[in-house]
């Protein structure tokens, strides 16, 4: 091959290879990376009954102290068949974030020295009473995240039946109160989140 071929073949080339870099930077492409973090804020999820946070201890026994007035008959702070006395249920939510439901149901627990423990009535924050025959059939509310009152005062009035319907008699009555056991009564608070 003589100069002048070589030199037509090495400009062929050096073409070549200015035409592809030319239709390279035509056809590229950009391409460009970012990392970033989002802080989202968490809904606060606190909720105190009887000033006990519940997310912390989920028995709130030792904070639900009956009240019995007494009479002449019967003396303050004890229950006996026709007494009636109440307890407070405390509700603050103010430190909640999302809406949400409630729902208070009881029962006798199985262990109360008394079968014929009832629920008569209940109130919420001092308002009417409302009747109940025998146990809280599930006492429903929902509160909304930007309701602007998010504390309940439920009060709960409790006797020991003694009326024709009761299930234990004169001497069963005497049983349980010479056996010095408590009576015992359930009571479970359900909070659920709305989602729609």
Not at 36 to 57: C, F, H, L, P, Y
Not at 170 to 182: F, G, H, P
Request: hydrophobic share 40%; with cysteine; net charge negative.
């Amino acid at each position: 091959m003589n100069r002048f071929q070589r030199f037509k073949v090495l400009t062929f080339l050096v073409s070549v290879l200015i035409m592809f870099s030319l239709i390279q930077s035509t056809f590229a492409k950009y391409k460009t990376e970012a990392v970033g973090t989002t802080n989202m804020s968490i809904a606060r999820w606190k909720i105190v009954v009887n000033e006990q946070d519940i997310m912390s201890n989920q028995y709130i026994t030792n904070t639900l102290t009956p009240f019995f007035s007494g009479n002449s008959h019967v003396a303050d702070g004890v229950i006996a068949p026709n007494a009636v006395g109440y307890f407070d249920l405390l509700i603050d939510c103010s430190e909640v974030d999302v809406s949400f439901d409630y729902t208070i149901s009881s029962e006798i627990n199985e262990t109360s020295s008394v079968d014929d423990l009832k629920i008569i009535g209940y109130t919420v924050d001092g308002g009417p009473i409302i009747d109940v025959d025998g146990s809280l059939e599930d006492i429903t509310e929902t509160i909304l995240f930007d309701d602007t009152d998010k504390t309940r005062n439920i009060r709960v009035f409790v006797t020991w039946d003694d009326s024709e319907n009761r299930t234990m008699d004169n001497a069963a009555d005497t049983l349980a109160a010479l056996s010095q056991e408590n009576a015992k009564l359930d009571i479970n608070i359900n909070f659920t989140q709305l989602t729609d």
